[in-house]
Structures are given as C-alpha cells and as structure tokens.
C-alpha cells in the first residue's frame, strides 16, 4: 500500500514543482537528511476525498516519496495523528502536542477533538526520547489562540538532536513574541551542542522583523539557516541580489489558488536548521493538492556539516 501512495502522490503532492523552479525536487540529487512541514487543517479542512485512509495514504506517498528523516505537522488533530500512526505502523516513531483541548471541527475525526502538534522520526519505538518531550507554551500580548512549540530530542541518521515544530499567531500584536520565545528555546538546545531542526507555520514573510530572532544573516541575530534560503528564482529587489548566495525568500507555500480565503502569496512555512550542524541547504514548496490543506506541504534537504 505504501509503494502505491507513492505512486500517486509522485504525480501531485509529492511530484516535483510545477514552473516553480528551475532545478526539480529529486531525492535522488539532494542533500540529506531530508525534513518536511505541513499544516494539514485538520479541524477547518474536510478529510480528503472523503475519507481517513485516503488522506493518510496521501501523506505517506509524501513521506515516502521524499525519503523523510522528520515531519511536523501543524493544525493536526488527534484522530487524524492516530490515523497516520497507524498507517506509517514501525516506520516512523511520533509525539504529540496539543495547543487547544478541543476544537469543534475536529470531531471528523474522532471523538477526542484535540487540536495541535505532530513530530514524526523516520525509525522504529525509540527513536524519539519522549522522556525529553516539552510542550512550550507562547506568550500571548495581544490575547488570540493558544500557541505552542513541540520540542523532543531524536535519531537523525545516527546524529542525537532536536526537532522543533510550532505555530505563530498571525497577529501582529504576538508575532515578536512568539519568535523570540520560540528562538530563546530552541538556541538553548543549540548551545548544548545539538544539532537543531526547527519548523512548521509562522504566518509571517521571510523579512518580517520577529524572524530576525532565527535567521543568521541579513540582519537577523538567530543561529539558523532556512533550507529555501538559497534558490536565486525567489531573489527580488535590492535586498536580495542574483550575485548574492543566500537571502531570506524562498518559494511560496501560501497563495489564493491553493487558499481561496487568502489574497496574499508568499512564504509562511519554513524549516530552520542551526547553521553549526548543517552546511548546503535546499527547499521546495510541492505543488498545491486541492482538498489537501490550504497550505503547500514545504521539502527540505541539509547536508551535515
């Protein structure tokens, strides 16, 4: 059944960009290891064609088609995170985070309507440390949802190191916030000499000014790089020349064709990584799967350093 999911979602949601880019997201000529973020919309999204096993076989086509080391997941319900658990069986170890007790859209799913965070590590019981697991709970200034950072240290390909998933309010009033604390707890895992994979929704541009607290170049003071960071096709301006390396853009994973509720494009998801563990860097936004999510599900691939 895996094998066939990959087949299919190798001709959408997993297959190559569409124009997007000038290079396509082959797994065979990127860097590893290889990490994906996805807001799934759990609770404001109806279930894929109608039906559980159907969704999960998209996103295990995903998985598998990118050859993934760590997933986070965003806007998940707990009845959806079961029904990918048990459809990925020993292939990948997960914990869970929950930011809202309940929300109503997420009875599609089940009866225990938690709304919130999924990790998943490609490897069998174990692979995550869950006695390390840390629910982080965001500062809200401004009031609005609940928002939280998953934290759990794991195996990536042999290396001991953390994996981080969040999502920002996408209020002004608690952005600077939520980036901070979010950048204070992650670089702490950074300064214990771990490598560190932060990612999942910000709902903010590249150049916004809270992601200064991530990024480690054009005026940001963080300890991250962004595995999009580096592709020229999204350099505009002044600020991001095509003599420069790297910058902080990247491909749009938010736009109206995908989300009709939004009139804006651009990049909300992203996958940080600390620049002391990592070294060559690569992103790519997959194409839009209608009845999916509202969001393009964001590949990444970074060599170790």
């Known amino acids: 059944m895996r094998v066939v999911a990959a087949l299919v979602c190798a001709m959408a949601l997993a ?12 797994p065979a000529n990127w860097p590893t290891p290889r990490f994906i973020t996805y807001n799934v919309k759990g609770a404001a999204q109806p279930i ?13 086509g995903a998985m ?47 009866s225990d309507k938690r709304f919130g965070l999924a990790i998943f590590a490609k490897g069998g019981p174990g692979t995550i440390d869950n006695g390390t697991r840390v629910v ?9 949802e609940a928002r939280i950072e998953l934290c759990a240290r794991t195996v990536i390909r042999s290396h001991s190191a953390w994996a981080c998933n969040t999502h920002l309010d996408f209020h002004a009033g608690n952005k600077e916030a939520q980036a901070a604390a979010v950048a204070a707890h992650t670089d702490a895992y950074v300064d214990e000499g771990y490598p560190v994979v932060l ?23 963080g300890l991250f790089q962004e ?19 790297r910058c902080r853009s990247g491909e749009a994973t938010e736009d109206p064709v995908c989300s009709p509720d939004t009139d804006q494009t651009g990049k909300i998801d992203y996958i940080f990584v600390s620049a002391l563990a990592f070294g060559t860097v690569r992103g790519d936004a997959a194409a839009c799967t209608p009845g999916l999510s509202d969001h393009h599900l964001l590949r990444g691939a970074a060599g170790w350093a």
């Open 15 to 26: 297959a190559g960009p569409q124009g997007a880019h000038a290079d396509t997201a082959d």
């Open 48 to 60: 894929y064609a109608g039906n559980r096993q159907a969704w999960a076989d998209k996103i295990v």
């Open 64 to 110: 598998d088609y990118w050859n993934t080391d760590l997933i986070m997941f965003q806007e998940m319900c707990y009845g959806q995170y079961q029904t990918l658990r048990q459809a990925v069986g020993d292939a990948y170890d997960s914990v869970w985070g929950a930011s809202l007790a309940s929300a109503s859209g997420c009875s599609q799913w089940g």
């Open 136 to 144: 982080h709970t965001l500062p809200r200034p401004a009031g609005g």
């Open 199 to 221: 990612a999942g929704d910000f709902n903010m541009f590249p150049t916004e000014a809270p992601l200064k607290h991530l990024y480690d170049h054009h005026g940001g003071t």
């Open 227 to 245: 595995v999009d960071e580096n592709d020229k096709a999204h350099f505009t301006g002044t600020e991001c020349p095509q003599s420069g390396d």
